[in-house]
C-alpha cells in the first residue's frame, strides 16, 4: 500500500502563488505516476497535473497549463504542484494521486490512479 499526504492548502487572494506538497509514504518502489486532480463544490473531480517517477515528462489540464508546475523530490518521495496567478475558479479540494503504471490515453481518469490523499482545500478569493 502506498499512503498519501497532502498540505499547503489555504486562502489566498486572486493572483497570488501557492505551493502544495504531497508526501508518498509505504510501497513507494510501485509507484511510476504522481497527479494532482481537484473537485470543486458542486462539480466532478478534474485532473490537474501528472509527472511520471522518473524522467521530467508531465501532462497538464489545458486550464493550468502556463500556470501551475508539477515536480517532485524523489529523495522525498514528494510531488509538489506549483500554482501560480491563482484565480477565484481554481478554488477546490485538491488531491494526489498515485499510480502504478502511466496510460498515455488514460492518465487524465481517476481510474489510472490506485492511490489517493484525503485531499487539501484550496480558496482563491477575488
Known amino acids: 500500500q502506498v499512503q498519501l499526504v497532502e498540505s499547503g492548502g489555504r486562502l489566498v487572494q486572486a493572483g497570488d502563488s501557492l505551493r502544495l506538497s504531497c508526501a508518498a509514504a509505504?510501497?513507494?518502489?510501485?509507484?511510476?505516476?504522481m497527479g494532482w486532480f481537484r473537485q470543486a463544490p458542486g462539480k466532478e473531480r478534474e485532473f490537474v497535473a501528472v509527472?511520471?517517477?522518473?524522467?521530467?515528462?508531465?501532462n497538464y489540464a489545458d486550464s493550468v497549463g502556463g500556470r501551475f508546475t508539477i515536480s517532485r523530490d524523489n529523495a522525498k518521495n514528494t510531488v509538489y504542484l506549483q500554482m501560480n496567478s491563482l484565480k477565484p475558479e481554481d478554488t477546490a479540494v485538491y488531491y494526489c494521486?498515485?499510480?502504478?503504471?502511466?496510460?498515455?490515453?488514460?492518465?487524465?481518469?481517476?481510474?489510472?490512479?490506485?492511490?489517493w490523499g484525503q485531499g487539501t482545500q484550496v480558496t482563491v478569493s477575488s
Open positions: 509527472t511520471r517517477w522518473s524522467g521530467s515528462s508531465a
Open positions: 494521486a498515485a499510480g502504478t503504471y502511466y496510460s498515455i490515453a488514460n492518465y487524465d481518469r481517476d481510474h489510472s490512479y490506485e492511490y
Open positions: 509505504g510501497r513507494t518502489a510501485t509507484i511510476y505516476t
